[in-house]
């Protein structure tokens, strides 16, 4: 049965906006971005490009293949069966470590003197309510991308309006201290890489192929106008932040206040300004830390529950598939993939709990190893030719490839202050296809 076609532009881009606007931008990203220094404004322009470029993508192969697995579905179809499991593990994994991002920074905001155990129950309560098909729905995130967005304008206008200065990255040297030479483009990259986590959710407008009027059309456009609104947000928000970065700086090497105040508050609380610089910024500009408390709630509790769903249903094609465990294909009486997204609400506790690892970077290392097998096989699409409706230049994927591929290892890299959860993640990430691989050839004796 064909789907009803209801969704013009500003539904789509509304969905894109609200699907964006998660954990990622109330989430301590920015100490990446900022670790950048001056060109921390270019680590953000990467981070937009690399994500435009995987959008489109993504989009092209999802008009030919509009069904559920995202780029597991994909590779599978455009390259084999290794490519889609190497994209549906990658998935699978990074969304359950963006799970567990969501949870500790919604934990953060909420009772920050206890996030772990505030992010074990807001897993446990996602889980309960996709199980019952309590799912955010498109009118939903396009509601939540309003709220979110109207509290942030906000922000920034009265952060840009205190009395403050602003730097300019545009001529400053990549390298802040002349001394430190070869530092300046892996911070910016790192920055770059950290910044994408708050752009992930675009993929959501790229699956809207049976849904959107004229999807060749509303589509690419959609993604356009969404990632553009985001990253005004985040330029702004960047901008007005970086004042407060540079003056903890100062103020932990000096311990000088400032008259307005910023200063002080991120002297007094260093560790809410990386883990919850948003929260602290609205404390610096006179903005209710509450109102901020709430949106952050809202977004995040939202993204949540979308991604645990997407996680699932990507979990439960691939056990179809015997990718996976059988038993993780189990729908539950509202057909929500019950046992597929409560090994993903367990693995995201578990990974809250585990000490010394930056979940961001975890998610953003393995989602940018689906969106290389997504590119690659948009590129082998276009090229057989195999397309619907969208069409995406085969350079346009070429550098989302190369784009995933470095941000993704910076990610990795810098995921943890020792080497063994990298490696965990890399061995489980590419190992995992390749049992899968050998089992599949000795049950036909090849």
């Known amino acids: 049965m064909t789907q009803t076609r209801r969704l013009g532009l500003l539904g789509a881009t509304g969905i894109g906006v609200g699907s964006m606007l998660g954990a990622g931008v109330f989430s301590g990203m920015w100490v990446d971005v900022h670790g950048a220094g001056p060109w921390y404004l270019a680590a953000i322009a990467i981070a937009a490009l690399v994500a435009t470029a995987n959008a489109l993508s993504t989009a092209q192969l999802a008009a030919r293949h509009p069904v559920a697995g995202g780029a597991y579905a994909y590779g599978r179809a455009e390259l084999g069966d290794f490519a889609g499991r190497l994209a549906g593990t990658a998935f699978v994994v990074g969304k359950t470590a963006s799970v567990g991002v969501g949870a500790a920074v919604l934990g953060t905001y909420v009772l920050p003197g206890h996030p772990q155990s505030v992010a074990t129950a807001a897993i446990v309560v996602c889980w309960a309510l996709n199980a019952r098909g309590i799912t955010r729905t498109a009118a939903g995130a396009t509601a939540i991308a309003v709220v979110v967005s109207a509290v942030l304008v906000v922000l920034i206008v009265l952060g840009a309006t205190a009395e403050q200065s602003f730097g300019w990255f545009s001529s400053a040297p990549l390298v802040a201290n002349p001394a430190d030479a070869g530092a300046g483009l892996p911070a910016v990259l790192t920055g770059a890489s950290a910044a994408f986590f708050a752009f992930a959710g675009y993929a959501r407008i790229a699956t809207l192929g049976e849904e959107v009027v004229s999807p060749g059309r509303t589509i690419p456009r959609a993604i356009g ?169 085969v350079a346009v994927s070429g550098a989302g490839l190369v784009g995933s591929l470095v941000l993704g290892a910076v990610a990795l890299v810098g995921s943890s202050a020792t080497v063994w959860p990298a490696l965990v993640v890399a061995l489980v990430v590419v190992g995992w296809p390749w049992v899968l691989r050998a089992r599949g050839r000795r049950s036909t004796g090849a």
Not at 226 to 241: F, M, N, Q, T
Not at 287 to 293: A, E, I, K, N, Y
């Open 225 to 393: 106008l969404a990632l553009a609104w985001v990253l005004v947000l985040y330029v702004g928000l960047a901008v007005v932040l970086s004042d407060l970065f540079d003056d903890r700086v100062a103020a932990s090497s000096s311990g000088v206040g400032d008259d307005a105040g910023v200063v002080t508050a991120a002297a007094a609380e260093p560790t809410a300004v990386a883990d919850a610089p948003i929260a602290v910024l609205a404390s610096a500009v006179g903005m209710p830390v509450g109102l901020v408390t709430i949106t952050a709630a809202l977004a995040v509790g939202g993204a949540m529950l979308a991604v645990m769903a997407g996680a699932g249903r990507t979990a439960m094609a691939m056990a179809r598939e015997r990718d996976l465990p059988l038993a993780l294909a189990h729908q539950g009486v509202h057909g929500a993939p019950v046992r597929a997204e409560a090994a993903i609400a367990v693995g995201a506790i578990a990974l809250v709990w585990a000490p010394g690892i930056d979940l961001l970077l975890v998610s953003v290392a393995t989602i940018l190893t689906y969106y290389a097998v997504a590119n690659i096989a948009a590129m082998a699409q276009r090229r057989a030719p195999r397309t619907a409706t969208v069409r995406v230049p």
